[in-house]
Every structure is written in structure tokens, then in C-alpha cells.
């Protein structure tokens, strides 16, 4: 596969129209490797505007079971060109091979699933007491406008495109500045794979230059965001003029919370990779971790253990688990934390320092007995940093777990049923897990409470976010 470097608008790729262009960095080598092109103001409107056609002119009306067809046929070219699809991933973002890989087939996936979906996704009929008969229609809404990040760039692509256009959208795909590469891709294959063109639109560029051009355009009707909090505001603030909707999915900062009577060894060996997969740049990242005291010295002593063994290196490499982090700045930001807890006198059990050679690599870093107080407990990091604190008390642990202004995700370790439901209800977060540190499942709800979001992408609640309820009623005489 050739590296896609224009935007693909009307299904097929072209330059933008103000020549802009910008370099991608491989942060494994820091070498520059391709220039993409950057939409512009004009670029966007006519993108919006021929998909709003291609939407009224045929996607909107194609029978639902031809729709599914054509994303099944998406599914297959997707698998087809894995390969070529991971390798475009870990050269632009520097995700390890294995992760790129497994990611690829993840977006493969969410298309089977929402192919299949178009033809379960029933009404309701409601027996309403002024008899007749009435029912419930679900109905797209038009063009929807994606944002997606760079820290999973191509399933999160996929798991707002697929259930759109199931739903019988038109989409218009922007993807972060750092990853256009895999989006770039994915609107070329699926038109390939039968997709109408106008249908998917893919514009690459800069967000602060061109994401609010996309969301205030009068013909988008939804945007589907996933970034950080900051921006996710903003969005809302632009979307509410014309009451447009939106879904966001925004930051976390997870706890992971380890009871004594668990099989804490078993939780301690599997969770570094619930915190350093994507070197940490993960929004369901358990950064947070809680353990019950009297298990709290032999656990980290496990959890470090565990820690030092993780592969960090080229991406490249089957066996590595933790690559660079994205960019230079991203670095920069994840050391301004260690600094801080640095400055404060933290404990760090393990890693805080750059490795050497070339790349914009860290050391995964586990920081023990934070004070809940500090920057590094607070606020999310984006990068291979833990927080562990002990804990003596359930109900104050669970104050301080909901402390938080987020509330995405979250794993609890413990064999007592009674307490992993009792906790299970009471952590505020939109996604949890037991004995496991899952959290997305294509067929299941995956989304934030609080300050993590509204909306939820995934399972067949993404299919609801993407049309209008329609409550209908025919008088019976
Ligand atoms: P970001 O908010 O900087 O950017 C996300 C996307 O928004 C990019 O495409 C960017 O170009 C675009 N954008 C930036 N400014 C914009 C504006 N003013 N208007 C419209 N679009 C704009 O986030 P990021 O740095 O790419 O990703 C990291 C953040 O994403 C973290 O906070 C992470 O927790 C969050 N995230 C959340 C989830 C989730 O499902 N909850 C998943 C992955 C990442």
C-alpha cells in the first residue's frame, strides 16, 4: 500500500485546496516520513456538502440489508490489507506491531458487527391508551462529523464510522494531525469495498484550524467526538448553538482497585499492562491504583517486578510491548508530571528516566504513596506513569475513587461476589471490569460518566446515537 498523503473526498484522493501540507514524524526514529495534506475551509464545505448529497441521493434510502452487505465487503477488504494497515499504524504513532495488528482486526470487527446489526435494529410498538396503533421509527440523521485521537487511531475511526453509516449516515471523518494515515486508508478501502463516494469523507488537518469550520457547518448534524476534556467542551459549546448533537468521549484517569482477599498475585502481574499498553496513552489507562494495606508492600513488590520485565523498544519488533510515546511534546508533558513529583519527594519504586538511544521513549514508572492531593494522582498524564496508595477503609476508598472529576473506567480485583457487586455499583465510571482489566467489547455500551462524556460508542447503543426516534401513530378510526 502506497502511503495515502492527500484527502479522499468523493471517493477518491485529492490535494487540498489550499496546497497546505504538514510532516508526520516517526517517533520511533524522530525521522520525517511523508507530508499530508491539510483540508482547509474550503475543503470541508464542499466535503460536507457532496456527502449531504450522496446521503439524500441514495445511502439514505438503500435498503437496510444492502447496507449491511456493503459493510460486511468492508470488513473483508479491511482484513485483506491488515498488514499493510498495521505497518502504516506503528510508523505513525509508534504502536508496537502486535498492538497494530490486533487493532486493525478490532476495526475489521465493529464492521462485521454493524453489517449484521442493520437488520436487527427493531422499533418498538407501544400501546397507547387512546388506542390505534403506534410505533417507533429510527431514523439517520444526515452528515455526522467524527473526531477521532491518535492514541487508537484506526479502531476508534472505525467504531464511530461503522455504526453511523449502518444507521444510514453519511460521515465525514477527521482524524488527529499526528494519524491521518490509517483513516486515510480506511475511506480509500471502503469505497473500494462498495461504498458509495461521497458517502465517507476522510479530512486530515489540524483541529484547532479546521475541527470548529466541521462542527459549526450547517449541514452536520452530529459530531461524534473522542479526545481529550478540553476540546470535548469546547465542542459541546460550538455544537449547542445550533443544538446540534453530539457524543463525546473524553478523558479518564481509572482507578484499579486490589482487596486483600483477591487473587492479588494474579492482579499483580497482569497490571501493568492495564496502565503501560500504549506507553500509558490510553484513556482507559488504570493510572490510579488502590490496594488494601495489608496486601499493599508484597503487591508492589510484584506489580514492580512485573513492571521491569515489560519489552520497551522498536515497534517493529513482535515482542515488544511498550513503544515511544507519540511525539516529542507528549514526552515533555509526561515529564513535567515526573517533575513534579520529583519536586514533592515522590517514591518512585521503578523507571521516571529516558531510555537511551533514539525515540521519544520513557521508562514505564510506578510512584508509590502519592499523596491524592498531587498533580500526578489528579489529573491525567497520557503517558507510562502509576500512582499507587494503600487503603484500610472500603466506603473511604470509594470517596476518594469517585473524587475524580472522571469517571470512564476501572477494574476491582477481589473473590468476595458481595463486595464486587457493592463496588461494582457504587464506582462512578461508565465501564468497569472484575478480575480483568477489559474494558471495550464491540457488542457492548463503552463510554464515561461525569466529565468523561456523553453518549456511548459501541454495542448497539452507538446504532441509537446515530438517528432520530421518530414516535409515529395511526388513528384507528
Ligand atoms: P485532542 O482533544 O487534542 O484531539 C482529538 C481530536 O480533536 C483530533 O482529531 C484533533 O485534531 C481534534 N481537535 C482538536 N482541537 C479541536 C477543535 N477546537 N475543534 C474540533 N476538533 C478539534 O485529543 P488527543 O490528544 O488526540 O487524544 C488524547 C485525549 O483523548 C486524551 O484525553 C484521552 O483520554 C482521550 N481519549 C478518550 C477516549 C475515550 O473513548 N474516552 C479514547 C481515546 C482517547
Not at 186 to 211: D, I, K, N
Not at 274 to 288: E, K, L, P
Not at 315 to 330: K, M, N, R, W, Y
Request: net charge neutral; proline share 6%; aromatic share 8%.
Amino acid at each position: 500500500m502506497t502511503i495515502p498523503n492527500q484527502i479522499f473526498v468523493d471517493g477518491a484522493f485529492r490535494n487540498a485546496c489550499e496546497g497546505k501540507r504538514t510532516s508526520l514524524t516517526n517517533p520511533a526514529t524522530e525521522a520525517v516520513f511523508v507530508e499530508v495534506a491539510s483540508a482547509g475551509p474550503a475543503d470541508i464545505n464542499s466535503a460536507v456538502e457532496s456527502a449531504q448529497a450522496a446521503w439524500e441521493n441514495g445511502w439514505r434510502d438503500l435498503p437496510p440489508g444492502k447496507r449491511g452487505e456493503i459493510l460486511f465487503n468492508v470488513a473483508r477488504v479491511l482484513r485483506e490489507n491488515l498488514e499493510a494497515l498495521a505497518q502504516l499504524e506503528m510508523q505513525q504513532i509508534g504502536k508496537p506491531i502486535a498492538d497494530a495488528r490486533d487493532e486493525i482486526g478490532l476495526g475489521a470487527r465493529v464492521f462485521e458487527f454493524y453489517a449484521g446489526a442493520v437488520t436487527k435494529f427493531y422499533g418498538q410498538t407501544i400501546p397507547v391508551s387512546r388506542g390505534g396503533f403506534d410505533f417507533t421509527l429510527r431514523q439517520p440523521m444526515g452528515v455526522v462529523a467524527c473526531i477521532v485521537p491518535w492514541n487508537f487511531p484506526f479502531p476508534i475511526a472505525c467504531w464511530k464510522t461503522a455504526p453511523a453509516l449502518a444507521a444510514g449516515n453519511a460521515v465525514v471523518l477527521k482524524p488527529a494531525s499526528l494519524s491521518p494515515l490509517t483513516a486515510l486508508a480506511l475511506g480509500e478501502l471502503a469505497h473500494r469495498a462498495g461504498l458509495p463516494a461521497g458517502v465517507l469523507q476522510v479530512l486530515p488537518g489540524a483541529g484547532s484550524a479546521m475541527g470548529e469550520t466541521l462542527v459549526t457547518h450547517r449541514l452536520v448534524r452530529k459530531v461524534s467526538f473522542t479526545g481529550s476534556t478540553s476540546v470535548g467542551q469546547r465542542i459541546m459549546e460550538l455544537a449547542s448553538r445550533d443544538i446540534k448533537r453530539v457524543s463525546l468521549e473524553l478523558g479518564g484517569k481509572s482507578p484499579n482497585i486490589v482487596f486483600a482477599d483477591a487473587d492479588w498475585a494474579r492482579a499483580a502481574e497482569s497490571s501493568p499492562m492495564s496502565v503501560f499498553a500504549n506507553t500509558g496513552q490510553d484513556c482507559c489507562a488504570r493510572s490510579r491504583m488502590f490496594v488494601e494495606r495489608s496486601v499493599y508492600e508484597p503487591f508492589l513488590e510484584k506489580f514492580v517486578a512485573a513492571t521491569r520485565k515489560l519489552v520497551v523498544g522498536d515497534p517493529a519488533s513482535d515482542q515488544t510491548q511498550i513503544g515511544p510515546l507519540v511525539s516529542a511534546g507528549q514526552r515533555a508533558t509526561v515529564e513535567e508530571f515526573l517533575a513534579d513529583a520529583k519536586k514533592k519527594g515522590t517514591r518512585f519504586a521503578c523507571g521516571g528516566g529516558r531510555p537511551a538511544g533514539k525515540g521519544y521513549y520513557l521508562e514505564p514508572t510506578v510512584l508509590a504513596d502519592v499523596p491524592t492531593g498531587d498533580r500526578c494522582w489528579r489529573e491525567e498524564i497520557f503517558g507510562p506513569v502509576v500512582c499507587l496508595v494503600p487503603f484500610d477503609d472500603e466506603a473511604a476508598m470509594l470517596r476518594e475513587v469517585n473524587a475524580s472529576p472522571y469517571g470512564l473506567s476501572g477494574s476491582i480485583w477481589t473473590n468476595d461476589l458481595r463486595r464486587a457487586l457493592r463496588v461494582a455499583r457504587a464506582v462512578e465510571s461508565g465501564v468497569l471490569s472484575i478480575n480483568s482489566h477489559s474494558s471495550v467489547h464491540v457488542e457492548a455500551p463503552f463510554g464515561g460518566f461525569k466529565q468523561s462524556g456523553v453518549g456511548r460508542d459501541l454495542g448497539m447503543a452507538a446504532m441509537e446515537g446515530y438517528t432520530e426516534l421518530k414516535n409515529v401513530y395511526i388513528a384507528e378510526s
